[in-house]
């Protein structure tokens, strides 16, 4: 059985995603520390109890996710929900890494590149003027769509319905997105031009933004647009290191 150390695990997933060089909400890295040798990881979007449970029962060594804990502004007392979580962690001596902006925002694994794919869209780049550069997509269909193609084309890629807004009669070429909770992100993409603007989730002045500004909208889900970085870096890692990765869905229509 192939085994890595955790450090070196730690410098692998840190020379790949150079979270450093992002400014974030949360800490990046081994966020709880486990066993020194891991030969099996389990990687999950949100590091939640039914993740820990399943990924006990699978014998990982790690967990790596998107969504991990200790976020700015949370509690800083270890009770309840967040004591459960920790606890059994702990017990199961499982370690945790986690990564937000650095996955969301990486050229290759990143969420919003492994989004960009599942659209099947071309000449995709960041959007000009938005920080951390990659947190915010463009891109186009070389022949265009309508609003109804891409929302179908994204709910059987996804495997759940979308919310989609229409904003006039205007076909879809240019498209910006960002995944996750970006809808805020509506404006920069109206400013640039786009004619749709795709993002996890959706605010009541998201709705307002795309009739005001002639910009179609369609939210995916939080959880379902974030499945395919965390995915994509965990099976980067199996073929970097050779040892086994196992993604795990925990489903969230969220």
Not at 22 to 48: F, H, M, R, W
Not at 60 to 83: C, N, P, Q, R
Not at 162 to 184: D, P, Y
Request: with cysteine.
């Amino acid at each position: 059985m192939t085994t890595i150390h955790r450090q070196l695990m730690l410098s692998l997933l840190t020379n790949k995603l150079n979270p450093e060089q992002v400014s974030d909400y949360c800490p990046n890295g081994l966020q709880v520390e486990g066993k020194a040798e891991i030969a099996k990881v389990v990687t999950g979007v949100t590091a939640s109890q039914a993740l820990i449970d399943a990924a006990i029962a699978s014998k990982a060594d790690a967990i790596l996710v998107h969504h991990g804990y200790f976020w700015k502004g949370e509690a800083a007392s270890i009770t309840g929900m967040k004591k459960k979580r920790l606890q059994a962690l702990l017990q199961h001596d499982i370690n945790l890494f986690a990564y937000h902006l650095p996955l969301d925002v990486h050229s290759e694994l990143g969420n919003n590149a492994q989004l960009g794919q599942l659209l099947e869209l071309t000449d995709v780049q960041p959007l000009v003027g938005v920080q951390p550069t990659g947190v915010v997509m463009y891109g186009r269909y070389p022949q265009a769509k309508t609003l109804d193609q891409v929302a179908a084309l994204l709910e059987q890629k996804l495997g759940r319905p979308v919310l989609s807004h229409s904003a006039g009669q205007q076909v879809v070429q240019q498209l910006a997105w960002c995944t996750g909770g970006g809808q805020g992100y509506i404006d920069a993409a109206a400013h640039a031009g786009a004619d749709l603007f795709i993002s996890g989730e959706v605010s009541e002045q998201t709705i307002h933004s795309s009739r005001e500004q002639c910009i179609h909208f369609i939210a995916a889900g939080h959880h379902a647009t974030e499945r395919y970085g965390v995915k994509a870096l965990g099976e980067w890692l199996a073929a970097e290191s050779g040892i086994a990765v196992e993604f795990i869905d925990i489903p969230n229509p969220a």
